[in-house]
Each structure stands twice: as structure tokens, then as C-alpha cells.
């Protein structure tokens, strides 16, 4: 079982950036592949991107592929999401998964584990 803390929402204007944080409790957090989420007021959640185990496998929504990057610190059992040039339709709570499946998914039910969200507001 893991826990998991997400930090470093916001507010920030369109063009900026923020850096998520995802902070995850137990000593089996190498062994989860990892994923962030969001979910805008009204809207249902949504995939953002997700990286395997090893951190040398990642995959990325269209909508913020090349803006946004995710990393993970397995020494430190944290999980990152870098956002560089924020938009307004990025607003949304973020939530990080832990997945116990062995391949990669894009999927909310192939996430095991979810955190409480942190809220990102992009203003115009």
C-alpha cells in the first residue's frame, strides 16, 4: 500500500509554469509505474501523462505534450510534473496515481492508489 501527497499547485498566469510534486509514503514506491491525472470543474478526469518504474518510460496527453515533463526520484519517493507554458484550459485539480500493473497505462481504472489533488488555476 502506498500514500500519496500532492504539492505545488497554484495560481499562475498563462505563459508560467509551475512544478507538481508528488510525495509518496512506504518503501515500494520504485516498483509503482506512476501517473498524473486532472479533472476540470464539470469535466471527467483525464489522463495528463504517466512513467514505468525505472523512470526511462513516459507517455504524454497531445494537449500538453512538450509543454509539460514527468520525472520521478525513486531515492526520494517523489513523483514530479514540471508545466511550462501554462494554459487557461489546464486549470484543473491534479491528482498522481501509483499503478501496480506491470505495463504502463493511460487509464484511471489501471491506477491503484490516488492522491487528494492539488488545484492549478491558469488565468488569461
Known amino acids: 500500500q502506498v500514500q500519496l501527497v500532492e504539492s505545488g499547485g497554484g495560481l499562475v498566469q498563462a505563459g508560467g509554469s509551475l512544478r507538481l510534486s508528488c510525495a509518496a509514503s512506504g518503501r515500494t514506491f520504485s516498483s509503482y509505474a506512476m501517473g498524473w491525472f486532472r479533472q476540470a470543474p464539470g469535466k471527467e478526469r483525464e489522463f495528463v501523462t504517466a512513467i514505468d518504474w525505472s523512470g526511462r518510460i513516459t507517455y504524454y496527453a497531445d494537449s500538453v505534450k512538450g509543454r509539460f515533463t514527468i520525472s520521478r526520484d525513486n531515492a526520494k519517493n517523489t513523483l514530479y510534473l514540471q508545466m511550462n507554458n501554462l494554459k487557461p484550459e489546464d486549470t484543473a485539480v491534479y491528482y498522481c496515481?501509483?499503478?501496480?500493473?506491470?505495463?504502463?497505462?493511460?487509464?484511471?481504472?489501471?491506477?491503484?492508489?490516488w492522491g487528494q489533488g492539488t488545484q492549478v488555476t491558469v488565468s488569461s
Open positions: 496515481a501509483a499503478s501496480t500493473r506491470m505495463v504502463v497505462t493511460t487509464y484511471n481504472a489501471g491506477y491503484d492508489y
